[in-house]
T-cell receptor, first 108, second 115 residues
Framework: AQRVTQPEKLLSVFKGAPVELKCNYS??????LFWYVQYSRQRLQLLLR??SRESIKGFTADLNKGETSFHLKKPFAQEEDSAMYYC??????????FGGGTRVLVKP | IAGITQAPTSQILAAGRRMTLRCTQD?????MYWYRQDLGLGLRLIHY???????GKGEVPDGYSVSRANTDDFPLTLASAVPSQTSVYFC??????????????FGQGTRLTVV
């Protein structure tokens, strides 16, 4: 069975400080991993995916298969980064599973 | 229709009543999903469908049923609503795995209150 764990429910940081959101997964095959974000009163939307290895809005995430992790990082948090962040795993067969989510609050 | 649409936006429902939440997408995506979002529990998968005519159970399927008669529509039915089904429900769709762009697109959500 596939599983996604986000250990932190809330992260509160000051503007300009680094932020790291942890994500660990369990899956026996080769997963596709994603980070989704939900801003206040908006739909969930894709932030980034591990396949593309890109940086979006200053965020990066590296897949570590040895540690089964896909942590999301940003060196300098901005107030507009305040949102709910979800790590997700898509397995063969299209099943898409989300973690419990981490609320990020960036204080001025 | 542009993207994925859910209806209704919100609903108050008496316990024991039957309710169908609608979801329609126009992106010709093979995969569709239903999630419920609860405080502290994140997004939990209820049911999903790989393609028209097939469905699968997620993490919390009890009390819910789905059908996938065609590519565009994926309704979620609560046969006899209970208060624990009070939640925000999200529908999503995605292209099949193996393609380059496999991100999931989400509806705006349905806020359901069972009293």
């Amino acid at each position: 069975a596939q599983r996604v764990t986000q250990p932190e429910k809330l992260l509160s940081v000051f503007k300009g400080a680094p932020v790291e959101l942890k994500c660990n997964y369990s899956y026996s095959g080769s997963p596709e991993l994603f980070w989704y974000v939900q801003y206040s009163r908006q739909r969930l939307q894709l932030l980034l995916r591990h396949i593309s290895r890109e940086s979006i809005k200053g965020f990066t995430a590296d897949l570590n298969k040895g540690e089964t992790s896909f942590h999301l990082k940003k060196p300098f948090a901005q107030e507009e980064d305040s949102a709910m962040y979800y790590c997700a795993l898509r397995a063969a067969g299209n099943k898409l599973t989300f973690g419990g989510g981490t609320r990020v609050l960036v204080k001025p | 229709i542009a993207g994925i649409t859910q209806a209704p936006t919100s609903q108050i429902l008496a316990a024991g009543r039957r309710m169908t939440l609608r979801c329609t997408q126009d992106m010709r995506h093979n995969a569709m999903y239903w999630y419920r979002q609860d405080l502290g529990l994140g997004l939990r998968l209820i049911h999903y469908s790989n393609t028209a005519g097939t469905t699968g159970k997620g993490e919390v399927p009890d009390g819910y049923s789905v059908s996938r008669a065609n590519t565009d529509d994926f309704p979620l039915t609560l046969a006899s609503a209970v208060p624990s089904q009070t939640s925000v429900y999200f529908c999503a769709s995605a292209a099949r795995t193996g393609l380059k762009n496999t991100e999931a697109f989400f509806g705006q959500g349905t806020r359901l209150t069972v009293v």
